[in-house]
């Protein structure tokens, strides 16, 4: 089991190679469609390079985090916590709806390049994050529904 801590930082970020900022957008608009991509690439061409630097520091540092409570329970605090981040992560980007989020955590179980980065962080990562994401989005659903259902009762 991991131990508790507060905002991980690593110094190794596992998202940059060679210190390259870049990535391929083509397989993203197959699966997500242009708009997205298009919004995500408009607000990731407006960033600086130190911004670049700094939100794939956070996306390694979350992962990174992650991997430390595989074996423990996916509505973990800490885990949850990590899954926040996560949230607010992909929001430097777009801002995704719950379906988005849940789409995410099936991608990187099955996307082999997802895959691959996520099981060279720890071979158990895909699995986990994929039920950390599936717990993450459970609760965001169960929010939702509540606050529709109180707004019916009124």
């Known amino acids: 089991m991991g131990k508790k801590k507060n905002k991980m930082t690593t110094t190794q970020n596992v ?25 995500s690439n408009k607000r990731w061409e407006n960033m600086t390079q130190e911004e670049r630097h700094e939100i794939l520091q956070e996306c390694s540092d979350i992962f990174v985090g992650l991997s430390e409570y595989i ?31 849940r789409g995410l955590g099936l991608m990187y179980l099955h996307d082999p390049e997802f895959l691959e980065k996520f099981q060279s962080i720890n071979p ?20 939702w529904l509540e606050s529709q259902y109180n707004v019916l009762e009124q």
């Open 15 to 39: 998202f940059l190679k060679d210190d390259e900022i870049s990535y391929d957008t083509s397989k993203i608009q197959q699966k997500w469609g242009n708009e997205r991509v298009i919004e």
């Open 71 to 101: 074996g423990s329970e996916p509505d973990r605090k800490e885990v949850t916590e990590l899954m926040i981040r996560w949230h607010k992560f992909i929001q430097n980007f777009y801002n995704p709806s719950l379906e988005v989020l």
């Open 124 to 143: 158990d990562l895909p699995d986990f994050l994929g039920k950390a994401i599936d717990c993450y989005v459970g609760v965001l659903e169960d929010k």
